[in-house]
């Protein structure tokens, strides 16, 4: 080849690659939509604090898919995930400002992941229920405050559903029920809510994580809650109002291993159905309720995977069940309360009590 023909293949080579280079830089600017690096410079905006820099790669001129917590697929953000980092920050707060509701514009969203960051504030829009590809949707441990809405079940494809740890307020939507098959895990305790449990939420046939403790909720134990037998494995109703019987449909939670009912206004017998759980359950807290009556005997044969019993401050009677596990446990899994109890590790059985039990 001669130099003029080498310049000239260098040339051609050299205008091919420039092409190439801004063909490629527009596909990069293409990364990150417009209407979408702006729904998040918005949220950005109403940040007044951001001690740990979970917001400082957010720039304008930069590609929103480099930023930090943000993963796009397909030219689209389809995941924020904003994690606290101890390492970073020693207040313990980590974002400072209001949700709003710009987020709620990025359609394509899978995971929407805001959790521990402290405090944020504000209501949780209704204009949640547009992200209908959301997969995962976690806010707990911040500020929000005002009711769950209704759209949230818009969201048929959500699998995890965590805004507990907030002072939200008002009942849970029946809409929550209508989500379907895809929810698996539902965490709305350490909140304000309040009212009875909608029976659609028996209805999530593939629920196995049900974390309502320690709000306000309250009415009685749908028969229902059998529904969910197939595939819960953990129901925490603990620290709320709910009263009336313990219904016996709590026997076909066959796979759950945390059954904790504790600190409510449960009334009447502990039922023996619970035994059918079997070696499943774990723990076992009934405590800080009215519940009277015997402790089912048949529950030291059934109930072989116990290790966590709590049934103090009720007022239970007669002998409690002997052999394993309940010979593991100490005095506290039944006192206070409880003054008709008897048998290890309590004072031993005298006539008195088990006529009580009969």
Known sequence: MTIMGKFSFVFVLGFVLMISMQNIAVVVAQSC???????????????????????????????????????????????????????????????????????????????????????????????????????????????????????????????????????ISGSIPFSIG???????????????????????????????????????????????????????????????????????TLGELTKVFLLDLSFNKFTGQIPASIGNIGATLFNLELANNELTGPIPPMFAKQLTGLAALGLENNKLTGPIPQGAPFSNFSVDSFTPGNPGLCGHPLPPCTGGNRKKLL
């Open 178 to 248: 209508t989500i379907g098959a895809s929810l698996n895990y539902i965490y709305l305790g350490e909140s304000s809510l309040s009212g009875s449990l909608p029976n659609s939420l028996f209805q999530l046939s593939n629920l196995t994580s049900l974390f309502l403790g320690v709000s306000d909720l309250s009415g009685s134990l749908s028969p229902l809650v059998g529904n969910l037998g197939p595939t819960l494995t953990v129901l925490d109703l603990s620290s709320n109002s709910f009263s009336g019987a313990l219904p016996s």
């Open 33 to 167: 939509p417009a209407a979408e690096r702006d729904a998040l410079l918005a949220f950005k905006a109403g940040i007044t604090e951001d001690p740990s820099g979970q917001l400082t790669t957010w720039v304008a001129t930069t590609d929103c898919c480099t930023w930090f917590g943000i993963f796009c697929e397909n030219g689209h953000v389809i995941e924020l995930g904003l994690r606290p980092d101890d390492a970073s920050d020693n207040s313990g707060i980590y974002l400072t400002g209001p949700l709003g509701s710009s987020l709620f514009t990025l359609l394509e969203l899978e995971v929407l992941d805001l959790s521990e960051m402290q405090n944020l504030t504000g209501p949780i829009s209704p204009a949640i229920g547009n992200l209908t590809n959301l997969v995962h949707l976690d806010f707990r441990t911040n500020k929000l405050t005002g009711p769950i809405p209704s759209s949230v079940g818009n969201l048929k494809k959500l699998n995890w559903l965590s805004l507990g740890g907030n002072p």
